[in-house]
């Protein structure tokens, strides 16, 4: 006879981070092993003070975690993100399946943010771009940053219908710019390491002071001789941009105007790289990392919930998960602006994990990306509410977030039991 346990998660009011730690307390795994792990994660990025506190509520009693940041950045980069948690997953010597779990929290977390900043909707309510058209290259998988001006295929900008009235005069000019909408950008840091300055000091550079398409508002600007105006249709010399780019404007180059002859190369003077750009000369350039916003507890939460699961031994495959997941509603405001309940990183796990969720039943958020990421790394069966036993009830942990809401702000976890042979 075995004993096989099974996690039933319950996130009828949303679930956070901090609230799957401190229900998986309430489950009974060591309080003093979860805080430490936690306050461990979080020294490389500044400390953390992590207190327990005991609430009774009209549902019982529950478990909040008071957590107090002591000095962070707002961001973190990814790779930043991976190596502390690296160091942290070895200092708690966790075991290779919850190893696992941790790590894929924080991927889940990172291709998220990728997808949000690729998405435009990290703008919503800050300002709006209107797209007049569509970039076409042969660029699929990686686009040059300065492409070779005899390079092979077509290039060229098709505005929608309702904007080709606008190229009317545009053929008397020799020269376009094309401003492009980067939709493939993968976050932003606001210090970046040219490539070609491996080695050298300093190593970085303020975003604004390079090229880099990884940027707040992810916009482009490239330089294009016109070949031919066919319909709606700007044939161009070589474009660095990827195939289907949005184009958000068009404009004619002037020579007596922008061909003037000021400015300098700043810190690129004298740089062979700078001479592969002006000659057209294939090369790469290494990627920007992804940036964690609003992220800089991230660490602790993944390691409390990893050190949480280990303590009281749930295995990865025995884990349910009540459908539908409430996500909240109205408007979150964060260092993007004002921007719709889920969260634009909420939104892309939602959809990629395919997590099935209900909007409601508050206007507010309820459902955070580093708790859609930890119900996606679990890879729970998704059963719907009500639909029947799965097994004995032998403990309950609830998990209190910090808001005063109605019904109560807390998330659920049933530990129950079945015997098998």
């Avoid at 975003?207 to 105006?229: D, Q, Y």
């Avoid at 884990?319 to 996500?327: D, G």
Wanted: net charge negative; with cysteine.
């Amino acid at each position: 006879m075995s004993v096989q346990k099974t996690l039933i998660v319950d996130p009828r009011m949303g679930m956070a981070g901090d609230m799957f730690s401190a229900a998986l307390i309430g489950l009974g795994a060591p309080a003093d092993a979860v805080i430490g792990a936690m306050k461990r994660a979080a020294l490389p990025i500044g400390g953390a003070d992590v207190r327990v506190e005991q609430v009774e509520t009209d549902e019982g009693p529950g478990i909040h975690l008071r957590i107090s940041l002591e000095s962070n950045s707002p961001h973190l980069a990814a790779g930043d993100a991976r190596r502390y948690l690296e160091a942290a997953i070895g200092e708690e010597d966790l075991s290779q399946k919850y190893a696992h779990f941790a790590r894929q929290t924080l991927e889940t977390l990172v291709a998220a943010e990728r997808e949000a900043h690729s998405s435009g909707r990290l703008d919503f309510g800050t300002l709006t771009v209107t797209p007049v058209g569509i970039a076409h290259t042969p660029y699929s998988h990686e686009a040059p940053n300065q492409p070779e001006q005899k390079a092979s295929g077509t290039f060229y900008v098709e505005l929608f219908p309702e904007f080709a009235a606008g190229l009317d005069g545009l053929d008397s000019f020799l020269d376009v710019y094309v401003v492009s909408y980067l939709h493939r950008s993968s976050g932003y840091s606001m210090t970046v390491t040219p490539p070609w300055r491996e080695g050298e000091s300093p190593k970085r550079v303020g975003l604004f002071a390079s090229r880099s398409p990884n940027r707040p508002s992810p916009l482009g600007i490239t330089v294009a001789e016109i070949k031919k105006i066919e319909g709606n249709r700007i044939y161009t010399s070589p474009l660095d941009l990827f195939d289907g780019t949005p184009v958000v404007d068009i404009k004619p180059h002037i020579r007596s105007l922008d061909d003037a002859e000021i400015g300098n190369n700043g810190w690129l003077a004298d740089s062979d790289h700078l001479r592969l750009h002006k000659e057209g000369i294939p090369h790469s350039h290494a990627g920007e990392e992804a940036v964690l916003h609003e992220a800089q507890d991230i660490l602790l939460d993944v390691m409390g919930a990893a050190k949480g699961l280990e303590s009281i031994g749930i295995e990865p495959e025995n884990v349910v998960c009540l459908t539908p997941v409430s996500v909240g509603g109205g408007t979150i405001t964060f260092s993007h602006g004002t921007l719709p309940v889920p969260a634009p990183a909420v939104t892309a796990i939602l959809k990629r994990h395919h997590i099935p969720h209900v909007s409601g039943p508050v206007d507010a958020e309820l459902l955070t990306p580093t708790g859609a990421a930890i119900l996606a790394a679990l890879r729970p069966r998704w059963q719907c509410r009500g639909m029947g036993a799965m097994g004995k009830p032998v403990a309950v942990g609830l998990g209190l977030g910090t808001r005063k809401l109605t019904p109560l702000n807390g998330l659920r976890l049933t530990l129950a039991s079945d015997v098998g042979r």
